[in-house]
């Protein structure tokens, strides 16, 4: 199975991009693929016509589930919201996200089940953005009542918010007695809950907040001024739970299940749940997806004796994502988490041939050689994107990522010991903090001065 | 180039056949559903029955708290119900702007 994961996951993307460009028939389409299914059937013994077949079969797939997405149901609540429509809409259903609070306003995702409005009521379904005005905690999984406005996005329309609900009047949020969250993501956002709270209450709120988004990807907090310095340097990333975090999580897990006195194969298959529930509070984001799928793939392959293919698990995530929700592939945090990945897996061996950096003799030269030439491939990988993107390039990113990114490492680090301390020892969570403050400001200080070198970025 | 042996092949176009049905099935579903309309609330949208609601439903409602939630089950087991709504307004601490902001959320079955 060498590389064909890879293979077939480029035919797949390519039917999505096809479809999302070329405007194409569905009935058609899933005609052609069923045709092509029996041909393959028959060929299943015929090599080179299999193969092409085969291509050909994975390619219209990915055409067909991309065409999928773009039908709503007739019971969709899109479907009940009409241009110009000042009617006051009741709708009941329960919160399906974590919900998050800010200056007296609630924000949070509301899968929807019942709709009223103009003296009728429907069955409906889909999610809608609710933003609320209440004093009141709310979880997730709750069911509830709400009474508001109802209007379409018009920027939000990509990211599957296609409602949002604005609920102002006292009163019009009623709480039922029900509550329909997984208990898995409940578990995952009580954990979330708890670390924010731990991080924001040992640490001053600029810190927190850098912390809450390194630790959990809670980015809301951060100041506009800090996240465009971020992105200036091109170390935006570290603001953002990606496989480094997962990496990190991965390896304080199971380094305290070693001291547990755990066998490998128990290690192994505990860290899987643990990575999962890490997903769901950090609120699974694709570059989260990719390294927890890509993490699984590992954990599973030592697991297995077998030998695992960064290559094949890198297509593996990509294809879980984008079964999920094929419209992912377009989203800028799909495409940097990926290409970065990949830039580093397919351009990092060449760079380093190139530049002779095995040649080097002292060990910790070579280890910053080596850094260097992962930061450079990333970059070299992502520049295209983020130019296309953000209408920005920074020559200084590579080497602000050589001093940043091991800072970062030391506060995504010390911030986990900070949270494990605070809940087992909080008498000694003190020096924890503190040290975790001197390196935010160290981190903050250093991109500063990046940023204010001599042609850091060129906007465009 | 897809170097299958002719088992992982044959595992293959299962599970593209499968997805297939899957994907054609939900099409189907999504482009002949149809709105369906209730004919009457269920019971749980918009308006709490107060002749069934728990303490914790009515406590649910901006403007009734645990002590009036408390006095409207005492008064509905001492007269075994409500038969309408306006008999909120005979529970201690219901006044009378309290009852028109309430009243909305609240019905008698």
Partial sequence: MKLNLAELGFYFCGGIVFTHFIRISFWPAYFLAFTLLLACAFLVGKNFIFKILFACLIFILGCLLLKNTYILPQSHISRFIFYKNNSVYTARGFINSQPYSKDGRISFMFATQELQFNDSNYKCSGDILVQLKDTRAFSYGEALILRGNIHRPFKLYGKNIYAIMRVSMPGSAVRLAKNYGQPVRKFAFYLKDRIESIIYRKLPPLTASILDAMVLGEKRGIPAQVYDAMVKSGTVHILVVSGFNVGIVAFMIMLLLKVLRLTRALRYITAIPCLVIYCLATGASPPVVRATVMAIFFLTGFLLRREPDVRNSLTLSALFILWINPRELFSISFQLSFVSVAAIIFLYPQLKAFFKAEAIKVRPLRFIAEGCLVSLSAWLGTCGFILYYFKILSPVTVLANICIVPLATLITLSGFSLVVITLIFPALAGPFAWANELFVVLLLKTNNFFIHLPYACLYL | ?109
């Fill in chain 2, 1 to 109: 180039m897809l170097n299958l042996t002719q088992e992982e092949r044959k595992v293959m176009l299962f599970l593209v056949t499968i997805a297939l049905i899957g994907v054609g099935s939900n099409f189907l579903i999504k482009q002949f559903s149809t709105a369906k309309s209730i004919a009457c609330f269920s019971q749980d949208l918009a308006r709490i029955n107060l002749n069934s609601a728990d303490k914790k439903l009515l406590m649910g409602i901006s403007g009734i708290g645990e002590k009036i939630a408390g006095r409207i089950i005492e008064y509905r087991q001492k007269r075994a119900g409500f038969s309408n709504v306006d008999e909120l307004k005979a529970i201690k601490g219901i006044t009378d702007s309290k009852f028109a902001k309430i009243k909305e959320y609240l019905t008698v079955k």
